[in-house]
């Protein structure tokens, strides 16, 4: 199981502070959020990807309808060229409470922005290997065989393309299937009435045995599971990584959104959870 965590909205410049600390502290990822009026990611990641070299570096997450995919295509491929193949990005249908009523060209429709969703890693995954592609979605239409390759930019460091980590909505059948089309799940769960609910160790055993049943692509595909450990003794941190790394989480995000700037840092600085 690898260690990261996820950032507030914070300035660039913070975000670059943390990478470093965290870099020294042994953590495996540092992710940032995106909102639809936020401090942008895209430069914050550019920034920490300047002063670090190890650490992986990613979205939690791109509200993918909130970007056009060929500019998420450029933006993703030049900071994975920039952090050297360090780069993964995080990708879901976005939390429409999080201000968009104060945008209303914007798409708020739970179907459409699931299709938008789809539709965008189909176009990543395209435009990611730098080769002549047609794309026809019902959202967004791509010809990049009127375009001479001479006009391409570089290629991402990291092929076949950028790991995409996409939200996974159980047990909506549809969501996990779009989710599997990508190198790993954010996984999220509805209960019977309709209503998200925490998600358990005993619902990722669940899902994983569904993508293991389902998923015809053979790379490597990640499990992410987000919490916080900060305030557990030693004890209960084993008992409860222990039980989501044995459910088959590759990856722990530690939450580091209701924490001041100062507490995140002093976080950091303590290191990842250690696992016996």
Same mark, same amino acid.
């Given at each position: 199981?690898?260690?990261?965590?996820?950032?507030?909205? @914070?300035?660039?410049?913070? &975000?670059? !502070?943390?990478?470093?600390? /965290? +870099?020294?502290? %042994?953590?495996?990822?540092?992710?940032?959020?995106?909102?639809?009026?936020?401090?942008?990611?895209?430069?914050?990641?550019?920034?920490?990807?300047?002063?670090?070299?190890?650490?992986?570096?990613?979205?939690?997450?791109?509200?993918?309808?909130?970007?056009?995919?060929?500019?998420?295509?450029?933006?993703?491929?030049?900071?994975?060229?920039?952090?050297?193949?360090?780069?993964?990005?995080?990708?879901?249908?976005?939390?429409?409470?999080?201000?968009?009523? @104060?945008?209303?060209?914007? &798409?708020? !429709?739970?179907?459409?922005? /699931? +299709?938008?969703? %789809?539709?965008?890693?189909?176009?990543?995954?395209?435009?990611?290997?730098?080769?002549?592609?047609?794309?026809?979605?019902?959202?967004?239409?791509?010809?990049?065989?009127?375009?001479?390759?001479?006009?391409?930019?570089?290629?991402?460091?990291?092929?076949?393309?950028?790991?995409?980590?996409?939200?996974?909505?159980?047990?909506?059948?549809?969501?996990?299937?779009?989710?599997?089309?990508?190198?790993?799940?954010?996984?999220?769960?509805?209960?019977?009435?309709?209503?998200?609910?925490? &998600?358990?160790?005993?619902?990722?055993?669940?899902?994983?045995?569904?993508?293991?049943?389902?998923?015809?692509?053979?790379?490597?595909?990640?499990?992410?599971?987000?919490?916080?450990?900060?305030?557990?003794?030693?004890?209960?941190?084993?008992?409860?990584?222990?039980?989501?790394?044995?459910?088959?989480?590759?990856?722990?995000?530690?939450?580091?959104?209701?924490?001041?700037?100062?507490?995140?840092?002093?976080?950091?600085?303590?290191?990842?959870?250690?696992?016996?």
């Amino acid at each position: 199981m690898k260690f990261g965590f996820t950032l507030t909205y @914070s300035i660039a410049r913070l &975000v670059a !502070d943390a990478a470093c600390i /965290a +870099e020294k502290a %042994g953590w495996d990822g540092l992710f940032v959020g995106d909102a639809i009026w936020c401090s942008d990611p895209m430069v914050s990641l550019a920034a920490a990807a300047m002063v670090t070299s190890r650490i992986r570096l990613g979205t939690m997450i791109v509200p993918a309808p909130l970007r056009i995919p060929w500019q998420l295509a450029s933006q993703t491929g030049s900071l994975d060229n920039l952090c050297n193949g360090r780069l993964i990005v995080g990708l879901a249908t976005g939390a429409t409470w999080m201000g968009w009523k @104060s945008f209303p060209d914007e &798409v708020t !429709d739970t179907k459409a922005r /699931a +299709e938008m969703l %789809g539709e965008t890693i189909d176009i990543l995954t395209g435009m990611y290997l730098g080769k002549p592609f047609d794309y026809d979605g019902k959202h967004y239409h791509v010809r990049l065989t009127l375009m001479e390759e001479m006009h391409y930019p570089p290629r991402p460091v990291q092929q076949p393309r950028i790991p995409l980590w996409v939200v996974g909505v159980w047990p909506r059948k549809t969501s996990m299937q779009r989710a599997m089309k990508g190198d790993g799940l954010i996984p999220h769960r509805l209960n019977p009435d309709g209503k998200f609910a925490d &998600v358990t160790p005993a619902d990722l055993r669940e899902m994983k045995a569904y993508v293991d049943d389902h998923r015809t692509l053979t790379t490597p595909f990640d499990y992410i599971i987000e919490g916080q450990t900060g305030s557990l003794a030693p004890a209960q941190v084993q008992d409860q990584l222990g039980a989501w790394q044995e459910s088959g989480a590759t990856w722990w995000i530690e939450s580091m959104f209701s924490l001041t700037t100062d507490q995140a840092l002093a976080r950091l600085q303590q290191g990842p959870p250690q696992l016996a």
